[in-house]
């Protein structure tokens, strides 16, 4: 595929009223991040901008809530949401302002253009006006009651009761927030962006063009959205804050932020052309420039129907693609500022990074942890205890382990330096872990190509895997024994060390690189332990066998990630639940149905017939929070000798492949279960049965007559689901 001449990738401008949560982090900056540094690794031609958006309702509300001003607000929150992606390794070229003259001079110019070419119409509309503050109101300045769910303090926008979206015409018996009066219909003048004359346009570009290489979730949308027939938009409101309209008979009218906000994309990018020396047009009017958008789901009918229109208009280029995450759920429940379920960035840096037992590596935790479960196709969720179990299983057990390990026995057996590679011992499995290696950087370069991340970082965490299988089948600490008279290892055995913990090194090295993207402060902490510029860290230098020349001096190994303890994340589940405390009545009740009981059994752990009719001691949520259920396939099975009820059977669980012990043999034969799903209680400690070490516990439901049954979904879903 031909490369373009140069990149520009766009994160949504978040809203500089506060701050913002890991779902935020996970929809629209992470990805973009990731993929940013990718590119910046290939050396190729990219900017990544961004900004805070600091126009629109929602500034002036939060300034009346904190007994402020608008000004100060958005003076307040922008530093504060900059230093909380520096925080958590987001390296934008420029972060913004859409309060910056530059930008209200670049968004009246976009709106001048528009108007002038006759592209925007006007019509008269009556809306809501308080006459007590002398003032149109926008919808969040309207309160009534919901006519879906009767939740008496819906806005005029949204019920945050039921979560309906609503006008305020909907409204019963609305009121003004400002004055707490009955508000009246004023006739207005406004401009608005006619997108129903561009709906063929946006079916050919969108539906056909893109077909293959968006997203299906965006087309989705999309469809829906076009399908259901587009009306005309206001890009005018009455308001005081904000970008004004720069026409004389639009006094008191500011750009719709929906409008101006896109266009800050524009205005930040002449910022960095000023701040670098560079020229800014060719990366929006150049069309080897290759425009990406991240965003979250509700940000797609902004990015993908209502900016191209816009940009097409002004003579400006398209979005290549648009690779909009869903939602990212929080221990059961949707994320949400207004309801303080949530948990911000800046709680974590506090809690996380800047503890003398937290620093970069937590930020690179949490990075792990959203992209292993980014919501690329549907919702996803975060725990505290899948992000324990992600850093402690995978971070710390697997990733971490297979470095540590393999500077610790080059110091040992190898006297600290990187030993030769003998070339004519070398064994069929020295071969194929070099392969592997080779082969991890195809892979992951593809999957990145195509916004793949949670499957790209999967392959770089698996080559540490097979970095794990390869030392544990070579044992060079058993090889070490064979000496000689001299109580040194023997020359056969010492090529064979040599040959196994070179390997070792260079994909220690290859991971370096290949990680790097995703835990940038682990990459570098890893360059600093090779004794390695970061130049290391070049795309060029993957699948590599020379990374890490012969005799070099490497320095002593130090951990790379340290273990969450249990303490920790009962900590962050008891702030939740003081959060639960102070939400809604309506929200609590909902949280606290309690279910009707059903007959369950957990079998594996000692191979015993599951108990019936006795209901065991009550629980809190707390204590179910604890289990992590994850959605398991059974890829083979056998019987345990001389075990009558007893199968061992390999699960695969997207992630890794476990081996459990279950005691279902009496009621499935192995060849019968080959394929089923199963859901599986994955943390729970592991235990020896009949010599074989049980990784788990399968979930089984055992009917009035005795027998058993899997607990599995309807359909088909991947291994390593959750289940929630």
């Known amino acids: 595929m031909k490369q373009p001449k140069r990149y520009l990738i766009t994160s949504a401008l978040p809203y500089a009223n506060g701050l913002k949560h890991i779902g935020h982090l996970a929809g629209a900056y992470l990805p973009a991040d990731i993929y940013v540094r990718y590119l910046k690794a290939q050396k190729r031609d990219v900017v990544f901008v961004c900004g805070s958006d600091e126009h629109g309702t929602a500034i002036p509300i939060q300034a009346t809530k904190e007994g402020t001003t608008a000004q100060a607000i958005i003076d307040k929150y922008h530093p504060i949401m900059l230093q909380n ?35 925007l119409e006007t019509k008269e509309s009556e809306q809501y006006f308080d006459e007590q503050a002398n003032s149109f109101l926008a919808d969040r300045y309207i309160k009534g009651t919901c006519p879906n769910c009767g ?34 219909k004023k006739l207005t003048k406004h401009w608005y962006l006619p997108l129903n004359k561009h709906e063929d346009f946006l079916r050919e570009w969108i539906l056909k063009e893109h077909a293959n290489d968006w997203r299906t979730t965006v087309l989705g949308q ?65 069309k080897e420039t290759k425009l990406i958008h991240f965003i979250g789901k509700d940000n797609i009918v902004f990015h993908c129907l209502i900016f191209p229109v816009m940009l097409k208009l002004h003579g400006n280029i398209l979005p290549d693609n648009v690779p909009s995450n869903e939602f990212m759920n929080l221990e059961g429940d949707k994320m949400s500022t207004s309801r303080n379920w949530k948990i911000e960035m800046q709680d974590y840096i506090d809690d996380f990074i800047n503890k003398e037992n937290g620093g970069t590596q937590m930020a690179d935790v949490l990075r792990y942890y959203l992209t292993l479960i980014a919501p690329e196709t549907k919702d996803s969720e975060f725990t505290w205890q899948g992000f324990q179990d992600a850093n402690n299983s995978e971070l710390v057990s697997i990733f971490g382990n297979y470095v540590n390990r393999s500077l610790v026995l080059m110091h040992k057996l190898c006297k600290g330096k990187v030993p030769p590679l003998h070339a004519d011992v070398l064994t069929d499995l020295d071969r194929s872990t070099m392969d592997e290696i080779r082969g991890t950087k195809e892979k992951v370069e593809l999957l990145l190509e195509q916004y793949k991340f949670r499957d790209a970082l999967f392959e770089v965490i698996n080559l540490s895997r097979i970095g794990n299988q390869y030392m544990q089948k070579k ?36 991971l370096a690189v290949l990680i790097n993207p995703f835990l940038p402060f682990t990459a570098k902490k890893m360059c600093y332990l090779m004794k390695v510029v970061d130049k290391m860290l070049d795309w060029e230098n993957a699948g590599k066998m020379k990374l890490l020349s012969v005799g070099y001096s490497l320095r002593p190994p130090e951990l790379l990630f340290r273990k969450i303890e249990d303490s920790e994340i009962i900590y962050q589940l008891e702030k939740l639940k003081a959060a639960v405390v102070n939400r809604e009545s309506s929200v609590v009740s909902k949280k606290n149905i309690t279910m009707e009981p059903i007959t369950n059994s957990l079998t594996g752990l000692e191979g015993k017939e599951p108990e019936t009719g006795n209901r065991k001691p009550e629980i809190v949520f707390d204590d179910f929070a604890k289990i992590d259920l994850r959605v398991g396939k059974i890829i083979a099975a056998e019987k345990v000798e001389k075990a009558d009820k007893l199968l061992k059977l390999s699960v695969d669980l997207g992630f890794e492949t476990r081996t459990i012990v279950s005691g279902i043999a009496l009621h499935f034969k192995p060849e019968e279960i080959v394929g089923k799903q199963v859901t599986v209680v994955v943390n729970l400690a592991p235990r020896k049965m009949r010599g074989i070490e049980s990784n788990g516990m399968i979930l089984m439901a055992e009917d009035a007559d005795g027998k058993l049954h899997f607990i599995n979904p309807e359909l088909d879903v991947n291994p390593g689901a959750g289940v929630s």
């Not at 409204?171 to 004055?179: A, C, K, Q």
Request: glycine share 8%; with cysteine; charged share 25%.
């Open 151 to 184: 939740y008496e303090n819906a806005y005029g926008d949204q019920c945050e009761n039921c979560g309906k979206s609503l006008s305020p015409d909907e409204l019963i018996n609305p009121v003004s927030t400002l004055s707490g009066n009955a508000p009246i």
């Open 475 to 510: 044992e060079p600490w058993i090889v070490a024994k064979q000496t000689g008279d001299d109580g040194q290892p023997n020359t056969e055995a010492q090529q064979s060390i040599d040959n196994t913990l070179h390997i070792c090194l260079q994909l220690c090295a290859n």
């Open 222 to 286: 999309c469809k829906s959205w076009i399908d259901g027939g587009l009306q005309p938009r206001a890009v005018t409101r009455d308001l005081d804050w904000g970008v004004k309209v720069p026409l004389k008979e639009a006094e008191g009218k500011v750009l719709y932020v929906w409008f101006d906000a896109p266009i800050g994309y524009i205005s930040a990018t002449k910022q960095w052309a000023l701040n670098t020396g560079k020229d800014w047009r060719p990366y929006w009017e150049d």
């Open 85 to 119: 992606f520096k925080d958590l390794g987001i390296e934008f070229d420029i972060y913004h302002r859409t309060s910056d003259p530059l930008h209200h001079a670049t968004a009246q110019e976009f709106f001048t253009r528009l108007n002038n070419n006759g592209d």
